[in-house]
């Protein structure tokens, strides 16, 4: 059931458990009016899209955090099977270039208002700009970024992942409108793990984020539902 004063919440849970009743056991503490679910390549991997119809018959949102990086035919048929799914949200590694993603957003026309929103990861935020030079990009991560998001712009998709360290940037340079989707979410005092660009929530509500993406702070905590809520209750104190 939807809770109303929680409707549009910012918060997308990244629901990365090895174990599926595990998973569940927390979804049914939850209202789908306090966040989104986000299924990767762990979950999507291990239980496949029943786990998504799971989450879509409790009444959640579903990101499908796949990253499609592939020849333009591929990911296009991808993507077109992630509509299929209903998911809510799709996403694809903007490095895969333009043709790349124009074909993505081709396959979605079929689908009208009932198409997921495609958003393109940018620079990944586990990496600094060590890990970019060490792959021959000279650019800071910011830049490399934010050249990304001017491409999947240009593409005409929906938004990028990103840093929350980008997202005033990139509302600036690239406009409101375009969705900025930022995982590296660690509240205050939270372990770091391999993430490298980071903010805490409440940081990036006032950068201007449209949706946060958090997972081990709330999954790996004694009581994630718990956990959640008091990350709600801060950022609207924010
Ligand atoms: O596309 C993503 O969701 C993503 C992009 C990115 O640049 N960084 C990133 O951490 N993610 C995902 O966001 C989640 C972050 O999880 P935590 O680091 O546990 O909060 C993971 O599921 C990652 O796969």
């Known amino acids: 059931m939807h809770s109303p004063q929680l409707t549009g919440s910012p918060i997308v849970v990244a629901l990365d458990y090895a174990d599926r009743d595990l998973a569940l056991a927390f979804v049914d503490q939850i209202e789908p009016g306090s966040c989104r679910l986000k299924v990767g390549k762990e979950m999507f991997t291990l239980f496949g899209p029943q786990l998504v119809r799971d989450l879509q018959q409790r009444g959640f949102d579903v990101f499908l955090d796949l990253k499609f ?79 990304l998001a001017r491409l999947t712009h240009q593409c005409g998709l929906d938004g990028v992942v990103c840093s929350a360290q980008e997202a005033s940037r990139f509302k600036q340079v690239i406009g409101q409108e375009f969705k900025l989707v930022t995982p590296g979410i660690r509240p205050a005092g939270s372990d770091v793990g391999d993430q490298r660009r980071i903010m805490t929530p409440q940081q990036a509500v006032k950068a201007g984020v449209d949706y946060m993406v958090i997972g081990r702070p709330i999954t790996q905590s004694a009581n994630p539902a718990a956990t959640l809520q008091d990350i709600l209750t801060s950022i609207r104190e924010a």
């Open 69 to 147: 990086h592939d020849i333009p035919n591929t990911t296009a048929h991808a993507v077109a099977a992630a509509a299929d799914l209903g998911v809510w949200m799709v996403n694809v590694h903007a490095s895969g270039g333009a043709r790349m993603m124009n074909a993505a957003r081709e396959a979605l026309v079929p689908f009208g208002k009932d198409a997921p929103l495609l958003i393109a990861v940018t620079v990944l935020t586990s990496m600094d700009a060590d890990d970019l030079r060490g792959l021959g990009i000279e650019l800071s991560p910011a830049d490399q970024a934010e050249r």
